[in-house]
C-alpha cells in the first residue's frame, strides 16, 4: 500500500474521475446538449471539509495498491507536496526526488516546496539580471570604441579628400592632352572630292 498525506493544496485526477457538467443550448434546434469533462480535484490539506481521516487531520492520498478507507485515489505521479507515509510510498516518492531537485542552499520542508521554488526562480532570475548587467555594460564599451574608429575612420576620409583636391587644382597630369580644335577641311579639298567627268 502506498499513500501519502497532502502538506500543500492539490489539484488531482481521481479515480472514479471526477466529472464537470456543462449544459449548453443549441442555438439552431433550442434543444439543450449535456456536456461532461474529466477534471482534476482540488484539495487543500487545511480545510476539514476535504480530510480523509478526521482522527489524524489530514487529507491522505493513494495510487491505488490496497487504499485504506476513505483515502483518495489519484492518477499519475506523486509530488513534493505528498509526504510519503509508508516505505512503498517513500520508494515510489525517491524515484522523483532527482525531478524535484532544488538546490542544497534553499531549505525546504513539508509544504514548503511550491515557497522554495519561487526562491529558486529569483535566485536565477538574479543572475541572468546580473549577466544582462554585464552585458549592457560590454556593449556600451564596444560603442564607444566603434565611435573612436569611426571618428578616425572619417577624420582620415576628410584628409585624403583633402589631397585630392589639392590635386585636382594643380597641374593636369601627363597623359592629359589640351583639347585641340578639329582640323578643317580646305574648300578645294571639298570640291576635288567630287565627280570627275
Known amino acids: 500500500m502506498a499513500r501519502w498525506r497532502l502538506t500543500e493544496p492539490?489539484?488531482?485526477y481521481t479515480d472514479p474521475d471526477t466529472i464537470w457538467e456543462r449544459l449548453e443550448t443549441d442555438t439552431e434546434t433550442g434543444r439543450q446538449v449535456r456536456r461532461q469533462y474529466i477534471v482534476?480535484?482540488?484539495f487543500h490539506h487545511e480545510l476539514q471539509q476535504d480530510w480523509t481521516d478526521k482522527e489524524e487531520k489530514g487529507c491522505f492520498v493513494c495510487?491505488?495498491?490496497n487504499p485504506k478507507k476513505g483515502d483518495i485515489i489519484f492518477k499519475g505521479n506523486p509530488t513534493p507536496g505528498m509526504k510519503a507515509i509508508d516505505d512503498e510510498a517513500i520508494a515510489i516518492s525517491a524515484k522523483y526526488a532527482d525531478k524535484w531537485n532544488i538546490p542544497d542552499h534553499i531549505k525546504w520542508g513539508d509544504g514548503q516546496y511550491s515557497s522554495a521554488l519561487a526562491?529558486?526562480?529569483?535566485?536565477?532570475?538574479?543572475k541572468v539580471n546580473m549577466k544582462m548587467?554585464?552585458?549592457t555594460e560590454q556593449n556600451a564599451q564596444n560603442?564607444?570604441?566603434f565611435m573612436e574608429q569611426m571618428g578616425l575612420q572619417q577624420s582620415q576620409m576628410v584628409k585624403v579628400m583633402e589631397i585630392l583636391a589639392e590635386k585636382s587644382k594643380g597641374e593636369l597630369n601627363a597623359t592629359e592632352r589640351p583639347s585641340e580644335p578639329d582640323p578643317v577641311r580646305p574648300a578645294t579639298a571639298r570640291q576635288s572630292a567630287g565627280r570627275r567627268f
Open 10 to 12: 492539490h489539484y488531482l
Open 40 to 42: 482534476p480535484a482540488y
Open 63 to 65: 495510487n491505488g495498491n
Open 119 to 126: 526562491d529558486h526562480f529569483v535566485e536565477q532570475q538574479d
Open 133 to 135: 548587467g554585464q552585458l
Open 143 to 145: 560603442m564607444a570604441r
